[in-house]
């Protein structure tokens, strides 16, 4: 392949056969495991929403059970986003407030406790987020904290280690309440768990073990998200779902999903996994996303550091002996 041919024409998709597919993919799961319908938790974002319509196509409106599962942290755009999806779709949804029990396990407070150890002065009324520095500039990779006064003024601060593991390990707190919910409308109704994970997330280790990356099925993890996007589109999803920016929607404050984890914007970061996935040298992904060369080389090397430390996320529970008489399928 040349430097010429590596562009966004690969990842073009035949929509109506991919549609097709993964509709035929989630039937013949629920026959397989018996069950009824479809459970999905819907952010207003490009994933949840193409698992939302590509459910409604697979098994009908009637059995696809929505959820909107906001909490204090949450976007305003969240909730109304996927509101407008469900009715869209013609899905009757159930909206739950985690706040109150992400309030009562502690994870707003082990939260705080760790950003106060940088900004002793910070409370619930102020703002924050983690974002990523260093890796795509050849560096080590580190993360810096940035809070948000109520009067508007941003600060910042280098994270420390510990700080930074406790901030995360209390926002995980989000991921894993929203999961336990939707098994128990999955459990309710005899349903399957819809899980929403891209190719790139999935690869990436961007999940949550046991939270978000807890699932019956995932019908779109092998779909780039420029793939997702045009799902979306030819699907006729609502214009403000099709030109959404991807974003944690964990944080108080807004964060891009290329502050906290990627090395590139979704679009670049899409091509740039295609290309190493199919042996393409760093000088071509240099010259097709117009990067330096240096950069291109550091953005193979994040992607393979990235699968090698989130093995364990993929992992089942391990076993000291095998039972043979149970063969869980792959």
């Given at each position: 392949?040349?430097?010429?041919?590596?562009?966004?024409?690969?990842?073009?998709?035949?929509?109506?056969?991919?549609?097709?597919?993964?509709?035929?993919?989630?039937?013949?799961?629920?026959?397989?495991?018996?069950?009824?319908?479809?459970?999905?938790?819907?952010?207003?974002?490009?994933?949840?929403?193409?698992?939302?319509?590509?459910c409604t196509k697979a098994f009908g409106p009637g059995r696809v059970q929505a959820l909107l599962l906001p909490e204090q942290d949450s976007s305003q755009s969240s909730s109304s986003l996927g509101g407008m999806?469900?009715?869209?779709?013609?899905?009757?949804?159930?909206?739950?407030?985690?706040?109150?029990?992400?309030?009562?396990?502690?994870?707003?407070?082990?939260?705080?406790?760790?950003?106060?150890?940088?900004?002793?002065?910070y409370q619930q009324d102020w703002k924050s987020k983690i974002v990523i520095s260093g890796g795509a500039k050849g560096g080590f990779h580190y993360f810096r904290l940035i809070v948000q006064t109520p009067d508007?003024?941003?600060?910042?601060?280098?994270?420390?280690?510990?700080?930074?593991?406790?901030?995360?390990?209390?926002?995980?707190?989000?991921?894993?309440?929203?999961?336990?919910?939707?098994?128990?409308?999955?459990?309710?109704?005899?349903?399957?768990?819809?899980?929403?994970?891209?190719?790139?997330?999935?690869?990436?280790?961007?999940?949550?073990?046991?939270?978000?990356?807890?699932?019956?099925?995932?019908?779109?993890?092998?779909?780039?998200?420029?793939?997702?996007?045009?799902?979306?589109?030819?699907?006729?999803?609502?214009?403000?779902?099709?030109?959404?920016?991807?974003?944690?929607?964990?944080?108080?404050?807004?964060?891009?999903?290329?502050?906290?984890?990627?090395?590139?914007?979704?679009?670049?970061?899409?091509?740039?996994?295609?290309?190493?996935?199919?042996?393409?040298?760093?000088?071509?992904?240099?010259?097709?996303?117009?990067?330096?060369?240096?950069?291109?080389?550091?953005?193979?090397?994040?992607?393979?550091?990235?699968?090698?430390?989130?093995?364990?996320?993929?992992?089942?529970?391990?076993?000291?002996?095998?039972?043979?008489?149970?063969?869980?399928?792959?």
């Amino acid at each position: 392949m040349t430097s010429s041919s590596l562009g966004k024409q690969v990842l073009e998709l035949d929509c109506e056969r991919e549609i097709e597919k993964i509709c035929s993919a989630l039937q013949d799961y629920n026959r397989k495991y018996r069950r009824r319908g479809a459970v999905i938790a819907m952010s207003g974002g490009i994933d949840s929403s193409v698992c939302a319509a590509l459910c409604t196509k697979a098994f009908g409106p009637g059995r696809v059970q929505a959820l909107l599962l906001p909490e204090q942290d949450s976007s305003q755009s969240s909730s109304s986003l996927g509101g407008m999806l469900a009715k869209h779709l013609g899905l009757e949804y159930i909206a739950t407030d985690l706040s109150p029990t992400l309030e009562a396990i502690g994870c707003y407070q082990w939260r705080d406790e760790a950003i106060r150890t940088l900004f002793p002065d910070y409370q619930q009324d102020w703002k924050s987020k983690i974002v990523i520095s260093g890796g795509a500039k050849g560096g080590f990779h580190y993360f810096r904290l940035i809070v948000q006064t109520p009067d508007g003024e941003l600060l910042e601060k280098r994270l420390p280690h510990k700080a930074y593991l406790q901030i995360v390990a209390a926002t995980n707190f989000k991921q894993r309440i929203r999961k336990t919910i939707e098994y128990f409308h999955a459990d309710r109704l005899n349903y399957s768990v819809i899980g929403t994970p891209n190719r790139v997330e999935y690869d990436q280790g961007f999940f949550v073990k046991n939270g978000d990356g807890s699932a019956d099925i995932k019908p779109i993890a092998h779909l780039y998200k420029t793939q997702v996007y045009a799902l979306a589109r030819h699907m006729n999803l609502p214009e403000a779902i099709c030109t959404t920016t991807p974003t944690t929607d964990t944080y108080s404050l807004p964060q891009g999903q290329d502050e906290f984890y990627y090395a590139l914007p979704y679009d670049k970061m899409d091509l740039a996994l295609w290309a190493h996935n199919h042996g393409i040298s760093a000088e071509e992904l240099a010259q097709a996303l117009d990067i330096e060369l240096e950069q291109a080389k550091l953005v193979y090397a994040d992607i393979e550091a990235k699968r090698n430390t989130t093995k364990y996320m993929h992992a089942r529970p391990s076993l000291v002996e095998p039972v043979s008489e149970i063969q869980p399928d792959s």
